[in-house]
C-alpha cells in the first residue's frame, strides 16, 4: 500500500522544508524560521505534491517488498542526466531533474 495519510511537523534545526514518511505516513516538515515565524514553506514546494507523493509511495512500496535499508538507499543512486545540452549529477530523487510525477530522475 502506497501513502495514505499525511501529517506536519516543524523542523527543530536548520534544515529547509523536506518530506519523508513513516510507514505509510507522508510527512511534510517545514523548516524551523517559518515556524518561528508562524508561516509555511509550503507554497515553494506545492507544485511538486505529485512527484513527492510518488516518490515516497515508491519508497514505501519497494520497502514492504525489499525491506526499509534497501528502499532508502535508493536516495543515494547517483545518474547523469543532460539538459539543455549540459549534463548534471544527480540523485535520482531530485526532483527538479524528474521528467514525470514519479519524482524518480531517470538518465
Known amino acids: 500500500m502506497p501513502i495514505n495519510d ?6 527543530i534545526d536548520n534544515s529547509p522544508a523536506y518530506f519523508t514518511y513513516e510507514g505509510t505516513t507522508m510527512i511534510v516538515i517545514t523548516s524551523q ?9 509550503f507554497e515553494e514546494i506545492e507544485p511538486y505534491m505529485d512527484s513527492l507523493i510518488a516518490h515516497e509511495s515508491i519508497h514505501v512500496v519497494i520497502g514492504r517488498i525489499e525491506g526499509s535499508e534497501i528502499s ?12 539543455n545540452g549540459q549534463k548534471f549529477q544527480v540523485t535520482i530523487n531530485n526532483i527538479l531533474f524528474a521528467t514525470d510525477f514519479s519524482g524518480i530522475v531517470m538518465p
Open 6 to 11: 499525511f501529517a506536519l511537523a516543524c523542523a
Open 33 to 41: 524560521e517559518a515556524c518561528r515565524r508562524g508561516s509555511s514553506d
Open 72 to 83: 532508502d538507499s535508493l536516495d543515494d543512486i547517483e545518474v547523469i542526466v543532460e539538459r
